[in-house]
């Protein structure tokens, strides 16, 4: 097959292929950070999640994707439900959410509620976010669970998950009450809750090597604030 010797022809699949490089590079930094943050495991798989109404195709399985191309899109009124029951009483420490407001413009949700209880007749909000132009990963603000403690001298980039506040629940509910514009459906890219993974390898200031913590030093839990002290937030008697 014979090539074009074009400079503009040429100067064109240039552009392209430069093109298809950076959004292949995109793409990969998209999936790298929607991996867990050291020291935590993600617990969706724990969970059933429902919505209020889905178009077809863009429904459970697009949200959980790892590809934020896909997306969970409504297809009724407001507000929209995303319902995330779990199997066993799950202590969060993360959540975050993935919006593209360039990709979805009047579907991007600019108010978000976030729930949690035992079942959804004792659910308590525990965060209401704000957004204008999001775009990419947000964390779920935690401040109304309890306090939130800042380690100085941890490496950059490193979180103590010991010293933030601990979410108990079975169920996790997230309200999307409006939409850019005052669009009526909505998109949502990506959500992630995640618990402290005790398995991980930790490596304590001034250790050679990673080593797996003992009993003694491994952090305590007790001094996790539930949300208000909310009873439902405490571990269940048994009767």
């Known amino acids: 097959m014979p090539h074009s010797s074009d400079p503009e022809d040429l100067g064109d699949?240039?552009?392209?292929?430069?093109?298809?490089?950076?959004?292949?590079?995109?793409?990969?930094?998209?999936?790298?950070?929607?991996?867990?943050?050291?020291?935590?495991?993600?617990?969706?798989?724990?969970?059933?999640?429902?919505?209020?109404?889905?178009?077809?195709?863009?429904?459970?399985?697009?949200?959980?994707?790892?590809?934020m191309t896909q997306f969970w899109q409504s297809d009724g009124p407001q507000p929209h439900y995303l319902t995330i029951h779990f199997f066993k009483l799950v202590s969060i420490v993360h959540m975050r959410i993935f919006l593209d407001f360039e990709q979805d413009e009047s579907y991007t949700p600019t108010k978000m509620q976030f729930w949690a209880g035992m079942g959804v007749h004792?659910?308590?909000?525990?965060?209401?976010?704000?957004f204008e132009q999001p775009k990419g990963w947000i964390d779920v603000d935690f401040g109304k669970v309890g306090p939130i403690s800042e380690v100085s001298d941890l490496p950059d980039g490193e979180v103590d998950w010991s010293a933030r506040p601990v979410l108990r629940a079975f169920l996790v509910q997230v309200r999307i009450i409006e939409n850019h514009q005052n669009g009526k459906d909505t998109h949502l890219r990506g959500l992630q809750l995640f618990a402290v993974d005790p398995a991980a390898t930790q490596s304590t200031r001034g250790d050679i090597s990673p080593r797996k913590p003992t009993s003694e030093d491994r952090p305590k839990r007790s001094k996790a604030i539930p949300i208000r002290k909310a009873p439902w937030m405490l571990e269940p008697e048994l009767r």
């Open 13 to 67: 699949e240039e552009e392209q292929f430069e093109e298809h490089e950076e959004h292949e590079g995109q793409e990969e930094h998209v999936l790298a950070t929607a991996l867990p943050p050291k020291g935590l495991k993600e617990i969706s798989s724990l969970a059933s999640w429902t919505v209020s109404s889905s178009k077809p195709g863009s429904g459970i399985a697009a949200l959980r994707s790892l590809d």
């Open 122 to 130: 004792d659910l308590q909000e525990f965060c209401e976010m704000s």
